[in-house]
């Protein structure tokens, strides 16, 4: 076990975790990713990065090797960190929650949340690779995503911060949260 304290950022896709992402870079915190992780493994086994492949190589992962497996691979990553605080982006599950506190006791989770209809239109428009292109391709990331237990993530979360309005007041409300959780070190 270590003492570093470890923030783990969950939301459903396009909740504006991107923002949060952000806020760490301007802070100078070491920031991993989860979804890096399966976007790394897709590319070692050469598949193309579409929402269909990543999704379902996702689920393929975890039934293969743990519904923690992201998780475990990134601990070594982070324990190998010099930060006291980092910040880790996409927790979907409470196995990977479990996972990490096994690690950091100071492990926290940060949801952010935004309505469906809010998170479909930002979708649209930031128009990643594994991003839904239409309605019902967003409704089935949102079910894949709550089949693997993101909402009881968000449900057990330290704080949820609620994204319906801009970029910019997310991004005080993050930078306030991040004065005060620096402070607190």
């Given at each position: 076990m270590t003492e570093k304290t470890v923030i783990g950022i969950t939301g459903m896709p396009g909740s504006g975790k991107n923002t949060v992402q952000e806020v760490v870079k301007a802070y100078n915190l070491p920031l991993f990713v989860m979804g890096d992780e399966v976007r790394a493994e897709?590319?070692?086994?050469?598949?193309?990065?579409?929402?269909?492949?990543?999704?379902?190589?996702?689920?393929?992962?975890?039934?293969?090797?743990?519904?923690?497996?992201?998780?475990?691979?990134?601990?070594?990553k982070i324990m190998a960190s010099n930060s006291s605080i980092m910040i880790i982006d996409g927790i979907r599950s409470m196995e990977?929650?479990?996972?990490?506190r096994k690690f950091f006791p100071k492990f926290k989770i940060l949801a952010?949340?935004?309505?469906?209809?809010?998170?479909?239109?930002?979708?649209?428009?930031?128009?990643?690779?594994?991003?839904?292109?239409?309605?019902?391709?967003?409704?089935?990331?949102?079910?894949?995503?709550?089949?693997?237990g993101i909402g009881e993530v968000i449900a057990q979360a330290d704080l949820i911060l609620m994204n319906e309005g801009t970029i910019d007041n997310l991004r005080k409300k993050l930078y306030r949260l991040f004065r005060r959780w620096l402070r607190n070190e």
């Open positions: 897709a590319a070692r086994r050469n598949l193309e990065p579409t929402p269909e492949n990543l999704g379902k190589l996702m689920l393929q992962l975890r039934e293969e090797e743990g519904p923690e497996v992201l998780a475990r691979r990134l601990i070594p990977e929650v479990n996972e990490f952010i949340h935004a309505s469906p209809g809010t998170r479909f239109r930002r979708l649209l428009k930031r128009n990643r690779s594994d991003d839904p292109k239409n309605w019902e391709a967003f409704i089935e990331r949102d079910e894949r995503e709550l089949k693997v």
